[in-house]
């Protein structure tokens, strides 16, 4: 099983706190929270590479941060793809960069997908456990409990034996508060879809784009995030995340 990290962003809704630095190696509570997402990962069976997709302009910070961390981590093999790009205007997007990695890197395996500054509470050893019973595509879902709140995201309704049966981006009028955030598992028989999304000529950005399209194609169950989930996206989450974690490891 692969990883493959999603930290490509230029984070404009955060400056001048990512101007010289990716978000994902923003500290929260005291460590960079790629270290957080990454520590979550890691009692996962059977990980044998690490991948973290950057742009050109921080594929330095990456490489220094992962020569140090390797060194506590060295059972998980880090590799740093730059996708090339220098801004948000000429960025290749989530899937573009899923889409680059898999093709770089000939990724035949099953694999997992992550953004880098989605922060989970507690291990993501049982996502791992249940993407191998189900060996078909999972989303990782959660509930904010608000249908306002829902508007930023996506929303979501399942069969009773937790599948999709629908799903949409960004919704106008929402009728449920669960919502697909950005933790992926894709079997290595689904993975060559990737491919056939992208040369469709579909939307490259948010990665919820390609569950949308991959849906109605082949079952795509889903998994309930337990405990406390944060995307950080702003000045106001990332003070959230500082003061919730910050609990946490007291």
């Known amino acids: 099983m692969q990883v493959l990290i999603l930290a490509a962003g230029y984070a404009t809704r955060l400056y001048p706190l990512?101007?010289?630095?990716p978000k994902p190696l923003l500290p929260v509570a005291g460590k960079p929270m790629l270290e957080h997402v990454i520590d979550n990962l890691a009692p996962i069976e059977g990980i044998t590479d690490i991948f973290i997709v950057t742009n050109n302009k921080f594929t330095t910070h990456f490489e220094n941060w992962s020569a140090e961390y390797s060194k506590t981590r060295q059972a998980l093999p880090f590799r740093t793809i730059n996708d090339g790009t220098m801004s948000d205007a000429d960025k290749l997007g989530a899937i573009g960069d899923?889409?680059?990695?898999?093709?770089k890197?000939?990724?035949k395996d099953d694999l997992i997908v992550v953004?880098?500054?989605n922060l989970f509470s507690q291990t993501l050893e049982a996502f791992g456990t249940y993407c191998r019973e189900k060996n078909a595509p999972v989303l990782a879902v959660f509930d904010v409990g608000n249908l306002e709140a829902i508007k930023k995201y996506n929303s979501i309704t399942l069969a009773d034996d937790g599948h999709i049966t629908?799903?949409?981006e960004k919704p106008q009028n929402p009728t449920s508060t669960l919502t697909g955030i950005a933790l992926y598992f894709f079997p290595k028989h689904v993975v060559p879809l990737i491919d056939t999304y992208i040369k469709e000529g579909n939307n490259?950005?948010?990665p919820g784009r390609f569950?949308?399209?991959l849906y109605p194609r082949t079952p795509v169950f889903t998994w309930k995030v337990p405990g406390v989930w944060l995307d950080i996206g702003s000045k106001e989450t990332l003070e959230e995340a500082n003061r919730v974690f910050g609990e946490l490891t007291k």
């Open 115 to 117: 953004a880098g500054d």
């Open 166 to 168: 629908f799903f949409e």
């Open 204 to 206: 490259p950005d948010q």
């Open 18 to 21: 990512t101007l010289n630095q």
């Open 98 to 103: 899923i889409h680059l990695v898999v093709t």
């Open 211 to 213: 569950i949308q399209w």
């Open 105 to 107: 890197e000939g990724i």
